[in-house]
Every structure is written in structure tokens, then in C-alpha cells.
């Protein structure tokens, strides 16, 4: 099977100029396309929910995928990379028109892959150093990271007498969290910082 695979963001976009350069592609190479999927979905909605992932899930030996740029399959690299990946496994190929790829299961393809991979592994590197730099920037300033405290701490505060008098009788956490109508942790805390 032959698979032309269009797919645009936006309705303000048009599918069928993609489908178009597809079919032109085919013509000129005497080929032709057996299943065409068309979709108006963003690259970042996950892969299951794209019918593109349901085509990757029926993908047969010696199937064929085309589409006009590697950017159509997936937004990323580490993406594409699991779809490529995926296809190699099963022993079909991805062929791209605007980069003229033809990715299946030969050496080429393989070290391709390998350097989309290392690209990749490269990007997520780069992703976590600038995260934690910039977790690292906020904690400097003072800021608080994390879930926010929740309006029950504070709601603790109105019941300070209460509390105090329930613990000194010697009364559970627990049931004093449900008489207060929060958390065990939240009293806990609550406890643990103002007693």
C-alpha cells in the first residue's frame, strides 16, 4: 500500500496544495496512491489521536508513506524520530518530498535515523539545562515553586484556639482534620509551622 498523508494546522490553510505536490510526485514516478489521510489537527495533539497514528498502527511490510515535509508527521524531532522509528520496525518507509528522504530499512536510512537520534538526545539536553536553569533563577529570587498553597492553610488560621485545645486533649490528627474539614497533610503542615 501507498499512503499520501496531508495535514495542516489550521482551516485557514488549504490540504490540497499538499495533496496536490503528492499526487504531481506520483504521477511523475508512475505510482499510485492507494489510501489518501487528510487531517486539520495541530502537530501537537498526541499521536493516538491523530489519524496518522491509527495509519502507523496498519502499516504493513513494503508500505509506503508519503508526505510532502518531515514537519507534517510530527512536531519535533524526538517525534518524528518515534515514527520513524516505528516504521523501520516494521519494515516500511517514509518518503518526504520537500527534503527528498526515502527512509526505510537500508544503512542510509539507519544512520539517518541514528543522527536524528543524537539530534534528539542533543535537544532534550538542552530542554532540561534550560529548565533547571531557569527553576534554579526563580528559587534564587525567592519565588515559590511547586503546587501553591491551598486556602485551607489559611482557613487553619482562624481556628489557631481550637486546634491548640483539641491537641491538648489528646485528640488524633486525623480527627481533628475532619473536624476542621481538611486534609490530614494540610493539618499536619498547619501544625508542624504555626504549634
Known amino acids: 500500500?501507498?499512503?499520501?498523508?496531508?495535514?495542516?494546522?489550521?482551516t485557514h490553510q488549504q490540504v490540497c496544495n499538499q495533496s496536490h505536490e503528492i499526487q504531481a510526485f506520483a504521477d511523475k514516478k508512475g505510482i499510485k496512491i492507494d489510501q489518501w489521510i487528510e487531517e486539520i489537527i495541530s502537530s501537537r495533539e498526541a499521536l493516538a489521536n491523530r489519524k496518522l497514528g491509527k495509519i502507523l498502527k496498519k502499516l504493513r511490510r513494503g508500505d509506503i508513506l508519503i508526505a510532502t515535509e518531515l514537519s507534517r508527521l510530527g512536531r519535533n524531532l524526538l517525534e518524528v524520530m518515534g515514527i520513524l522509528q516505528q516504521c523501520l520496525e516494521k519494515d516500511c518507509q517514509i518518503w518526504t518530498l520537500k527534503e527528498n528522504y526515502r527512509l526505510g530499512a537500508d544503512i542510509q536510512s539507519k544512520v539517518l535515523a541514528f543522527a536524528f537520534g543524537l539530534a534528539g538526545e542533543i535537544e532534550r539536553q538542552l530542554i532540561s539545562e534550560r529548565t533547571?536553569?531557569?527553576?534554579?533563577?526563580?528559587?534564587?529570587?525567592?519565588?515559590?515553586?511547586?503546587?501553591?498553597?491551598?486556602?485551607?492553610?489559611?482557613?487553619?488560621?482562624?481556628?489557631?484556639?481550637?486546634?491548640?485545645?483539641?491537641?491538648?486533649?489528646?485528640?488524633?490528627?486525623?480527627?481533628?482534620?475532619?473536624?476542621?474539614?481538611?486534609?490530614?497533610?494540610?493539618?499536619?503542615?498547619?501544625?508542624?509551622?504555626?504549634l
Open 132 to 194: 533547571k536553569n531557569s527553576l534554579q533563577r526563580l528559587k534564587d529570587e525567592g519565588k515559590h515553586l511547586g503546587r501553591p498553597y491551598g486556602k485551607t492553610y489559611k482557613k487553619l488560621e482562624k481556628k489557631h484556639s481550637e486546634i491548640k485545645k483539641l491537641l491538648n486533649n489528646n485528640v488524633s490528627k486525623a480527627e481533628i482534620a475532619r473536624l476542621m474539614n481538611c486534609t490530614w497533610q494540610t493539618l499536619h503542615r498547619y501544625v508542624k509551622k504555626e
Open 1 to 10: 500500500m501507498i499512503y499520501g498523508y496531508c495535514r495542516i494546522s489550521t
